[in-house]
């Protein structure tokens, strides 16, 4: 994954007011990863969006304006809809099977890891 | 500076280690009973019975009913009840019934969290306790769908180990842990000004719903977990048999038909309350009639002479698992009908049902003046058999044909079999209901054969043996009267019966198993040292009880080859012999003095030639593939596993108590963490960072 070079990131903790002087070649490399993180989520990997989502979410909504954030922002706001519909998703899962573990009777045992004991 | 704060350190140091004794806070708070008994969680195809706590516990206010009187009043005291959001009722066994525990139930509701029943003294047990169904093994009977009418044998019947309950129930039966609790509750129970007893109970068992589920989830694995969770065991034993090791039928020869004669005792019973390593009960229920089967097994083996003459065999079948649903039976009868009987060489020749001549059982014999002969079908019944065995011996009487049989294993014999021989069932259960009062219950113990258990000797001569001994001696004679046709009267030495009263109901360690086994077997029973009675529920091969061997060696011991004795075989043949024989077991042995002929003097151990072959006596439906468990063809009966037990008694203080509490504790940590902002921002040195002095 690409990182923010070190410098940057220095100037970011230290809390004073910067400019960043990102330079246009940098802006490339952020909205082409955006994007291929975007891709790579399909996957069944919704925590790489959130990931994704995190990461850029500064380079999307808070810094200055500069051309190639309109791109990084779509796919920005992209991942947290996946992931947002992913934890509807996993939540309604765990509710559901929580619910239901005993009633699907043989399959409810054989969907669970560790049987708890002495519950039905 | 630095002087004062090592002063000040040296001081508290030594101030901490004077106080700190090794006691716990735990230990403070709580008083426990080591020696409670508890009910643990059953399951069946289609049901869950038996008792069980959440898994940290189930607790509440202590309120002890003593009597009747007490229990109304109790019921009816809404002031009580309202006071407090969890109870536990420690309650006198004598109430133990369920028209007492469903009005419990009924008024507490979910308040109830858990039971726990006294017993005052050894003298104050109730006059009729029996946990078990009215009619016994009901489910699984002879009679199932037949037209019969159902005679309720044990009409002293509460049914409360049949039932599932909520909560766990355990009982306390040592008159000093009664009176433990006692002086606790009446220091403590003065209404709501001082504090209150509390009891917590805790027997969390891992199974659940049914034996379908919990046999499904014993078989769940993943491979990311090499431990496998077990939550529930079948239950049985083992189905043990035994011959006069001269009648062993090989391939090539034919068994002529109706030649086989079975003997049956079994070797379990249930108790809705049980501790490990304690007594279980069982006296009456099977041990007098084990003890019996076993002093016959002696008089067979001495009379072995008249008997090898003719081709009778004569078969010693002890069953484990019949209390519950018959369960041993059915396994016997389907490794019959399998071709699996006798079991271990497929050389010897199966017995089938055809081969079957009678069976004989022993069952629940109490110590009284008259014992019933129980037979059926009447069409095949040996009435010359029964009228000998009467003229014998005066104490038996005939139980007219046609009445139903009671429970015991030859039902289920006679089921699978569709009656196809006649089966004899000695009991002390007459026309309409057994005569034991404590049947399948822990207090079915010694005393109520009139041993008084302590003073028990190795040959103490006891009502009870001498009554065996009036029992077995005719019987073995009318068996060979019928079998032999020769009129001869047998004896056996009051010495055996004697032992054997002694090592079933007091030490399974004692000499006689010493002298039947060689010494590594017999050093295994060591760590059974003074365990009495072990009749209770078995899961074997997880739970382990010293009854098999010990059935084992002693039955192979008492029918053995006598005239093998004689060859005076050293060890290493008799190891040898054992190797090669794959038909005879061959154990070289101290010997048995009781039990052998006068005139051999054999010093340093002799070999001893028997027939004995063992099986699992799990029910059918755990052996046969896929069989669907909530089926109701074969009995399908586990047991929960379960890690602690245990009982503890601590003091619920009272609402102002608590709330000081709190307070006191709040206060102490924000002046604490004041007092240490103060210190930390007016002292100039800090600990710790190095001083720069």
């Known amino acids: 994954m690409f990182t923010y070079p070190t410098n940057l990131k220095f100037e970011a903790d230290n809390g004073c007011q910067f400019t960043l002087a990102i330079n246009s070649y940098y802006e490339e490399r952020i909205s082409t990863e955006t994007e291929e993180q975007w891709f790579r989520g399909f996957a069944f990997l919704p925590l790489l969006w959130l990931i994704n989502f995190i990461w850029f979410f500064r380079q999307a909504f808070k810094v200055e304006p500069y051309p190639q954030q309109a791109e990084i922002r779509k796919y920005v706001i992209r991942s947290a809809i996946g992931t947002f519909i992913w934890c509807i998703i996993i939540i309604a899962w765990n509710i559901i099977f929580q619910q239901l573990r005993t009633r699907l009777g043989p399959a409810g045992d054989y969907l669970t890891f560790v049987v708890p004991r002495g519950y039905y | 500076m630095r002087l004062l704060f090592l002063l000040a350190s040296f001081y508290l140091q030594n101030v901490f280690v004077f106080c700190s004794q090794p006691k716990r806070v735990v230990d403070q708070m709580y008083v426990s009973f080591d020696h409670a008994r508890y009910c643990v969680r059953r399951l069946n195809g289609t049901h869950e019975i038996g008792c069980q706590s959440a898994i940290r516990g189930n607790s509440g206010r202590m309120f002890m009913i003593d009597n009747d009187k007490e229990f109304n009043s109790y019921l009816n005291d809404n002031k ?60 699984n009977s002879f009679y199932l769908n037949q037209t019969t009418e159902t005679i309720n044998w044990n009409r002293r019947g509460t049914g409360l180990f049949f039932r599932s309950f909520p909560f766990p129930i355990m009982l306390i039966e040592e008159e000093d842990d009664y009176q433990r609790l006692l002086k606790f509750y009446q220091q403590f129970s003065n209404g709501q000004s001082t504090p209150a007893c509390g009891l917590e109970l805790k027997t969390f068992q891992s199974a659940a719903h049914t034996t379908k589920t919990c046999m499904r989830r014993n078989d769940i694995s993943h491979s990311l977990i090499d431990f496998q969770e077990t939550f ?252 032999v046709g020769v009129n001869k009267t047998v004896h056996i030495k009051q010495e055996i019966i004697n032992n054997l009263v002694y090592c079933i109901l007091k030490n399974m360690n004692c000499p006689l198993i010493h002298n039947v086994t060689n010494q590594s077997v017999g050093n295994t029973f060591q760590p059974f040292d003074q365990t009495s009675m072990p009749f209770s529920i078995n899961t074997y091969p997880t739970s382990i009880t010293p009854t098999f061997p010990f059935i084992q060696y002693v039955l192979g011991y008492f029918l053995r080859d006598r005239s093998f004795d004689l060859q005076n075989l050293p060890e290493k043949s008799c190891k040898e012999r054992a190797y090669k024989d794959n038909f005879c077991s061959y154990t070289f042995v101290d010997g048995y003095l009781p039990s052998m002929n006068s005139n051999n003097t054999l010093s340093s151990g002799y070999c001893v030639r028997s027939y004995l072959r063992s099986v699992q006596s799990i029910s059918p439906a755990f052996i046969i593939p896929n069989y669907d468990l909530s089926k109701t063809e074969y009995p399908t009966w586990t047991e929960s596993r379960w890690t602690t037990i245990s009982l503890r008694l601590f003091l619920i203080p009272t609402r102002t108590h608590e709330i000081v509490t709190l307070i006191i504790g709040m206060m102490l940590t924000s002046i604490s963490f004041f007092f240490l902002c103060f210190l930390r921002y007016y002292t100039k040195v800090s600990l710790l960072q190095p001083s720069s002095s």
């Open chain 2, 80 to 139: 009580t009840m309202n006071s407090f959001d969890a109870f536990i009722i420690v309650l006198n066994v004598n109430l133990f019934d369920s028209n007492h525990i469903d009005r419990l139930m009924k008024r507490l509701d979910t308040k109830l969290n858990g039971l726990l029943l006294y017993l005052k003294s050894k003298s104050a047990r109730p006059l009729d306790f029996s946990p078990d169904d009215q009619c016994p093994n009901h489910r």
């Open chain 2, 232 to 483: 529930c065991d079948p239950i049985g034993g083992l189905n043990i048999y035994s011959k006069l090791p001269q009648s062993i039928t090989i391939v090539p020869d034919q068994r002529p038909l109706k030649s086989v004669i079975l003997i049956l005792a079994s070797t379990d019973s249930f108790q809705m309350f049980l501790e490990t390593k304690r007594p279980t009960g069982g006296s009456q229920q099977p041990a007098t009639a084990l003890i019996t089967f076993l002093a016959l097994a002696h008089l067979i083996g001495q009379e072995q002479d008249e008997l090898t003459k003719q081709n009778k065999e004569i078969i010693f079948v002890t069953l484990d698992g019949d209390a519950m649903d018959y369960s041993a039976s059915y396994k016997f009868m389907f490794d019959m009908n399998n071709g699996n009987f006798p079991s271990g060489n497929k050389n010897e020749r199966p017995i089938e049902t055809k081969h079957i001549h009678s069976i004989i059982e022993f069952q629940s014999l109490s110590m009284n003046s008259e014992l019933w002969l129980h037979s059926y079908p009447s069409k095949l019944i040996d009435q010359n058999f029964i009228d000998s065995l009467i003229k014998n011996n005066r104490k038996i009487n005939q139980i007219p044909t046609g009445t139903p049989l009671p429970p015991a294993s030859s039902q289920i014999f006679l089921q699978q079999t569709s009656s196809s021989f006649p089966a004899y069932i000695l009991a002390s259960i007459n026309q309409n209901q057994i005569l034991n009062r404590y049947y399948h219950s822990f207090f079915d113990d010694p005393s109520t054969l009139s041993i008084n258990i302590s003073t028990l000797e190795y040959n103490t001569t006891t009502q009870v043996s001498q009554w065996i001994k009036q029992i077995v001696e005719p019987f073995a004679q009318t068996l060979i009267e019928s079998l």
